[in-house]
């Protein structure tokens, strides 16, 4: 049997689509829901042009268990995966969602995690930092932003010559590459 899973999104869903993509025929995920919590985040309109289901929810509705939980239920949801979503994660969603919440972050985790350390922010620190590598971490979430277990890292060089957007663009290649594949191990081995 298929797990569903919701993909919760902020931005534009490069991994969003990748991840539908991804997933189209598998046996084992289905991408069931993407749920975002800005009205204008692009990966909407990539979701709904691959025919998922999309739902907007504001902040309040984030952090009301009474709308979220049966939301989910509604759509069979068994795991979900957060996929440049910005707000924290409530704790009942965590409590209902036991080990089945992952998230990608675009540095190596515990360096440049935490509050404000997100999309670009993350990229310019590492160029600040003068750092020799960068890359993509996948965690368990929990209430603690970006401290949850580590489940998988990929590595990238980076040099002094390159920009903040160089980073950036080195990282995401990663994602692409890497994301859907640690999202399919982890489902695959529950």
């Not at 025929?25 to 009205?39: D, F, I, M, Y």
């Not at 009474?66 to 009942?92: K, T």
């Not at 509050?115 to 209430?143: D, Q, R, S």
């Amino acid at each position: 049997m298929k797990v569903n899973i919701a993909i919760f999104v902020s931005g534009s869903g490069s991994n969003c689509e990748n991840l539908i993509r991804f997933f189209e025929h598998s046996e084992v995920v289905k991408c069931a829901l993407v749920v975002s919590n800005k009205p204008d985040a692009y990966a909407l309109v990539r979701a709904e042009r691959l025919g998922i289901p999309t739902v907007v929810v504001a902040k309040e509705q984030l952090n009301d268990s009474e709308r979220m939980l049966p939301l989910l239920q509604n759509y069979g949801i068994g795991f979900i995966v957060l996929a440049g979503f910005l707000p924290l994660i409530p704790s009942f969603l965590i409590d209902a969602f036991p080990r089945k919440i992952i998230n990608l972050h675009p540095a190596l985790l515990p360096k440049f995690g935490g509050k404000g350390m997100w999309g670009h922010h993350v990229h310019e620190a590492v160029k600040a930092a003068g750092e020799t590598e960068t890359g993509m971490t996948v965690h368990y979430v929990t209430p603690v932003c970006d401290s949850g277990e580590i489940i998988a890292q990929y590595r990238v060089a980076i040099s002094p010559d390159d920009s903040v957007d160089d980073i950036a663009e080195k990282e995401h290649q990663l994602e692409m590459e890497y994301f859907p594949k640690v999202v399919e191990s982890v489902i695959m081995a529950r």
